[in-house]
Each structure stands twice: as structure tokens, then as C-alpha cells.
């Protein structure tokens, strides 16, 4: 099997506000981090991004997901620190 790997800089233009991201089908695992060092707040559920998530923090090397259940599913997710924009880098394995 040729693992393939893929890229999704997910913009996030304004802290406190709520982002998503399909993952594509064919996902085995992937990775979430922040480029600007700020903390992540991770949410499976529409609307719970703010108040029932896992924080990915900031500085930290990410959070991998283990994503065969997730294929064609959505992330949503939000920072809350810092900078007045932020990108979530998504690391996408098939």
C-alpha cells in the first residue's frame, strides 16, 4: 500500500469563532497543530467547539487521530489566544 500524504491549512481569521473541516475519504490518520502557537480547541459536534472540546496546546506538536471511523465526517475547531489570525495545519495520511 502507497501512503499518500496531503495538506489542509485550515484559515482562521477570528479567535472565538468556529471553523470546520470535512475529512476526505480515504483518511487513515492525521495530524492538527497550530502555526501560530495558539491553543485549539477540537470538536467533533457543530455549535461545541467553544464549550465541549479538546484542547490541542499551544506549542505542542499536535494532536494525531487515528481516523478510519472519521472518513467524510467534520472537525470543528477554533482558537483562543494571541494572534488575530491563526491557521490549523492538518496532516491528512490515506
Same mark, same amino acid.
Given at each position: 500500500?502507497?501512503?499518500?500524504?496531503?495538506?489542509?491549512?485550515?484559515?482562521?481569521?477570528?479567535?472565538?469563532?468556529?471553523?470546520?473541516?470535512? &475529512? #476526505?475519504? =480515504?483518511? %487513515?490518520?492525521l495530524? /492538527?497543530?497550530?502555526?501560530?502557537? *495558539?491553543?485549539?480547541? @477540537?470538536?467533533?459536534?457543530?455549535?461545541?467547539?467553544?464549550?465541549?472540546?479538546?484542547? &490541542? #496546546?499551544? =506549542?505542542? %506538536?499536535?494532536?494525531? /487521530?487515528?481516523?478510519?471511523?472519521? *472518513?467524510?465526517?467534520? @472537525?470543528?475547531?477554533?482558537?483562543?489566544?494571541?494572534?488575530?489570525?491563526?491557521?490549523?495545519?492538518?496532516?491528512?495520511?490515506?
Amino acid at each position: 500500500m502507497n501512503r499518500e500524504p496531503t495538506i489542509i491549512n485550515l484559515a482562521m481569521a477570528t479567535k472565538d469563532t468556529e471553523y470546520s473541516q470535512v &475529512i #476526505p475519504n =480515504g483518511t %487513515t490518520k492525521l495530524l /492538527i497543530r497550530s502555526r501560530n502557537s *495558539n491553543d485549539i480547541k @477540537l470538536s467533533y459536534t457543530d455549535g461545541e467547539s467553544g464549550t465541549k472540546f479538546i484542547t &490541542i #496546546p499551544a =506549542g505542542s %506538536t499536535g494532536k494525531w /487521530i487515528e481516523a478510519l471511523e472519521l *472518513n467524510g465526517k467534520t @472537525l470543528y475547531m477554533q482558537y483562543a489566544d494571541g494572534a488575530s489570525a491563526d491557521v490549523a495545519e492538518i496532516e491528512i495520511w490515506k
